[in-house]
């Protein structure tokens, strides 16, 4: 069974960090890129950042709106993605989502629909 599990979730001040978590089992993990997603109430789901197969390649891209602030990593001995998120905003307040998908340029532009499975969430809120 393919299984995504985030953790890492909580409630922090602004300007605070957080690690988010991606733990998958169920497929082989170094096959599949990650996208990183979130959805604050009331808006649509939006991608947050992108890693290819390897991280060692460079393959990676983030959203504008959290360029520099965030750094994606992976590390595929632990079947596990990281989302570091450094100086959060309030805006910053919504349930990330990890998925996985296909390494090509749809998954990298942060196309949800071309990603096959889904972690389940995990809350990240900011406050003022």
């Known amino acids: 069974e393919v299984q995504l599990v985030e953790s890492g979730g909580g409630l922090v001040q602004a300007g605070g960090s957080l690690r988010l978590s991606c733990a998958a089992s169920?497929?082989?993990?170094?096959?599949?890129?990650i996208g990183w997603f979130r959805q604050a109430p009331g808006k649509e789901r939006e991608g947050v950042s992108y890693i290819s197969i390897s991280s060692s390649d460079g393959s990676r891209n983030y959203a504008d709106s959290v360029k520099g602030r965030f750094t994606i990593s992976r590390d595929n001995a632990k079947n596990t993605v990281y989302l570091q998120m450094n100086s959060l905003k309030p805006e910053d307040t919504a349930v990330y989502y990890c998925?996985?998908?296909?390494?090509?340029?749809?998954?990298?532009?942060?196309?949800?629909?071309?990603?096959?499975?889904w972690g389940q969430g995990t809350q990240v809120t900011v406050s003022s």
């Open positions: 169920g497929f082989t993990f170094d096959d599949y890129a």
């Open positions: 998925a996985a998908g296909p390494s090509n340029l749809a998954t990298m532009r942060l196309r949800s629909t071309e990603y096959h499975s």
